[in-house]
């Protein structure tokens, strides 16, 4: 049975940093991309960075030079270190993972950005 476990969630202060790592357990396949989204209240869950098997990375516009994304393929596990966090990044944090015939979400840790 796949499951992610989340964590690094919590609140912290405008200008601070958060790290997020999700480690995912039970896969027997190798994960293809692997990746964070948000949800914040009242909006659509919006990808925030993924990345591939091989180390290719994508971002969203509003995190670009703010957040990385990384991976550890022999731990399966994804990490997301956000810098200089704005009240506007507070949302609910989810990691997915691709494998070839489906996706798995994670739980969702939350990140509150606040003075």
């Known amino acids: 049975q796949v499951q992610l476990v989340e964590s690094g969630g919590g609140l912290v202060q405008p200008g601070g940093s958060l790290r997020l790592s999700c480690a995912a357990s039970g896969i027997t396949y190798n994960i293809n991309t692997m990746g964070w989204y948000r949800q914040a209240p009242g909006k659509q869950r919006e990808l925030v960075a993924s990345?591939?098997?091989?180390?290719?990375?994508n971002y969203a516009d509003p995190v670009k030079g703010r957040f990385t994304i990384s991976r550890d393929n022999a731990k399966n596990t994804v990490y997301l270190q956000m810098n200089s966090l704005k009240p506007e990044d507070t949302a609910e944090y989810y990691c997915?993972?691709?494998?070839?015939?489906?996706?798995?979400w994670g739980q969702g840790t939350q990140v509150t950005v606040s003075s």
């Open positions: 990345i591939g098997r091989g180390g290719s990375t």
């Open positions: 997915k993972i691709s494998l070839v015939f489906r996706d798995y």
